[in-house]
C-alpha cells in the first residue's frame, strides 16, 4: 500500500509523537502506584496492563496491523512512522501477553487454599452441590469426602436403600462428622421406613454436634435419641421418640421439635440450652425439661388436640406451661394464646416469677380478657412486646378491662411495644390507655399502627394526640409509628 492510497482510504490518526502520558492517556491516573512488596501488588499490576492496552488501543487504532500510514503531506516520515509502529506493536503483543498470564493466574485462585479451607468452603453447601465439585479436576475430587457435614435429601436418591446404604459407607470410611442433615420424604416404594432407625443411631454415635432429620410423611419416624455428650443443636420435625426415661445433653444449646412425640414424663436434661422451640401439634405424652441455662429463650406455638376444655384438659395444658415457669425470656404464638383463652376461666396458666421478657400475639377481640390474666401471673415483667390481630369471624360480647391491677403492672413494667390494626371499635386505644393510665414505672410505650398501602392517610401527629392519654409515669415516652402493609396483608 502506498502513502497516497493510504491517504484517499481513510485519515491520518493525529497522535503525539512517541508519547503516552497526553490528557487522558496516562493509566496513572486512575490507578495508583503500590508498593512492589504490597500484598494488593498483582491485583494493581494486572489492572495497570489491561489499562495500558486498552488506552493503547484507543490511541493507536488497534493492536494488528491496520494502523493508518501517515498521508503523504504529514511531517510525519514513512522512517519513522514504521519506527513507530513496530514498536507500539511490540509494546502492546508484549502487553496482552502479560495480561493473558496474569488472568490464567488469577483464574484458578481458588484450588491453591489449602484443603481445610476448602472443605469449609464445601460445608455451606449441600451434599449433592459438594459432590458435584468432584468433576472440576483431580484436586477436587475427593475433596467432599472431607467436609464434616452431611446435607441429604431421600429424594436425590433411587431409593431409601440407596439412602442409607450411602450414608454407611460413608462412615465406614470416613469417621469424621460435626453436622448431619437429613430430609426424608415417603415414596412409593414398599420399603419400611424404620431402615432409617439403625442408620440414625449409627450416625448420632459419631459424636455429632448438629443432628436434624426432617420428616415429611403422614405419620412420623421413629427415632431412639441416646446419649450425646457433644450435641449442640437438635432440630426434629415429625419424629417419634422411642422409650426411654431420661436423657442426658450435657452440651445442648439450640433445639427446635415440631409435631415430635414424646415417651410419657420424659426427662430431658439440658443445663445449657438457650433456646428452645416447640411448634405444632403437642400430644398428652410431653418431656419433662429438669434444668436449663439462665438465660433460655423458649418460643412456644402449639396446640393441642383438646375438645371438651374441661378440668382435667386444663390441667394438662398447666402441666405443659409448668415446665418453663422459671424461663426469663418467652413467646407464645396466636394458636397458644388462642388455647389458653378457651381454658381461661380455669386459670391454665402458672406463674412465671422469673419472666422478664414475654412476646405475645393475640386477638383483638379478647385481649381485654387475658392482658390481665398474663400481668397477673408474671409479677417480675419488665418487658412485653404485643402483636394485636383482628379475627373478622370471631364475635364477642364487648369486654372491659379489669380495674383490679397486677403486681408487675404497678412495680416492674418498664417497656411496652404494641402493634395493631386501626379498628372501629377502637380496641386498641384502651389497651394503649390501660397501659399508660396505669403503668407506675413505664419508661416507653411505642405503638405501631398498621396502615394499607392504599388506604387512608394518615397524620402521624394527630394519631399521637388521639392516642395519647394521661401516664400514671412521669418518666414515661409515648411514640406512634405507622407500618405501611400490603393489601393482601391487612386481610
Not at 417480675?380 to 378491662?401: F, G, I, Q
Request: proline fraction near 3%.
Amino acid at each position: 500500500m502506498s502513502i497516497t492510497e493510504a491517504n484517499k482510504e481513510t485519515e491520518r490518526k493525529n497522535i503525539s509523537p512517541d508519547d503516552l502520558t497526553s490528557s487522558g492517556d496516562n493509566p496513572g491516573v486512575t490507578v495508583s502506584l503500590p508498593l512492589t512488596n504490597s500484598t494488593n501488588y498483582e491485583e494493581w499490576a494486572t489492572k495497570f496492563l489491561m489499562e495500558v492496552l486498552t488506552l493503547s488501543i484507543n490511541k493507536f487504532g488497534s493492536t494488528d496491523q491496520s494502523i493508518t500510514e501517515p498521508a503523504a503531506s504529514s511531517s510525519t516520515t514513512l522512517e519513522v512512522w514504521n519506527g513507530r509502529y513496530s514498536a507500539v506493536r511490540n509494546l502492546l503483543g508484549h502487553l496482552q501477553m502479560l495480561v493473558e498470564e496474569s488472568a490464567s493466574i488469577w483464574k484458578d485462585q481458588i484450588s491453591l487454599l489449602p484443603d481445610s479451607l476448602l472443605c469449609h468452603i464445601l460445608s455451606f453447601l449441600t451434599t449433592k452441590e459438594a459432590v458435584c465439585t468432584s468433576v472440576l479436576s483431580s484436586r477436587w475430587r475427593d475433596l467432599w469426602k472431607w467436609v464434616p457435614r452431611l446435607d441429604l435429601v431421600s429424594l436425590n436418591f433411587p431409593s431409601d436403600k440407596v439412602c442409607v446404604d450411602f450414608i454407611n459407607e460413608f462412615f465406614l470410611n470416613f469417621k469424621s462428622l460435626s453436622e448431619f442433615k437429613i430430609c426424608l420424604t415417603q415414596d412409593d416404594s414398599e420399603e419400611d421406613d424404620s431402615i432409617y432407625e439403625l442408620c440414625m443411631d449409627k450416625v448420632t454415635k459419631h459424636k455429632i454436634q448438629h443432628f436434624q432429620v426432617n420428616y415429611y410423611s403422614d405419620m412420623e419416624i421413629s427415632l431412639t435419641l441416646p446419649v450425646c455428650e457433644a450435641l449442640v443443636s437438635l432440630k426434629l420435625y415429625s419424629v417419634k421418640l422411642n422409650d426411654f426415661e431420661s436423657l442426658s445433653l450435657p452440651c445442648l444449646k439450640v433445639m427446635y421439635l415440631e409435631h415430635v412425640v414424646f415417651p410419657h414424663n420424659a426427662v430431658l436434661d439440658t443445663p445449657k440450652l438457650e433456646h428452645l422451640t416447640l411448634t405444632g401439634y403437642q400430644s398428652e405424652s410431653f418431656m419433662i425439661i429438669k434444668r436449663v441455662s439462665d438465660h433460655v429463650k423458649v418460643d412456644i406455638d402449639v396446640y393441642f388436640g383438646l375438645t371438651t376444655y374441661d378440668l382435667s384438659e386444663r390441667n394438662t395444658f398447666y402441666n405443659f406451661l409448668n415446665n418453663f415457669s422459671a424461663v426469663k425470656d418467652m413467646t407464645l404464638s396466636l394458636n397458644t394464646i388462642e388455647l389458653i383463652y378457651c381454658l381461661h376461666d380455669m386459670n391454665p396458666l402458672p406463674k412465671f416469677r422469673n419472666l422478664t421478657r414475654l412476646r405475645v400475639t393475640m386477638c383483638l377481640e379478647y385481649s381485654l380478657e387475658l392482658l390481665p390474666l398474663f400481668l397477673e401471673n408474671c409479677p417480675n415483667l419488665r418487658h412485653l412486646t404485643l402483636n394485636l390481630v383482628k379475627d373478622n369471624d370471631l364475635e364477642l360480647e364487648a369486654n372491659s378491662l379489669s380495674k383490679v391491677l397486677s403486681f408487675c403492672l404497678v412495680s416492674s413494667l418498664e417497656y411496652v411495644d404494641i402493634e395493631s390494626p386501626i379498628t372501629e371499635k377502637a380496641t386498641e386505644e384502651e389497651v394503649v390507655r390501660y397501659f399508660l393510665g396505669n403503668a407506675t414505672s413505664l419508661k416507653k410505650l411505642v405503638l405501631r399502627l398498621n396502615v394499607s398501602d392504599h388506604g387512608k392517610k394518615h397524620d402521624l401527629e394527630v394519631l399521637k394526640q388521639h392516642f395519647d392519654s394521661p401516664r400514671r409515669s412521669s418518666l414515661c415516652q409515648f411514640d406512634v409509628l405507622l407500618v405501611v402493609q400490603t393489601s393482601d396483608k391487612m386481610k
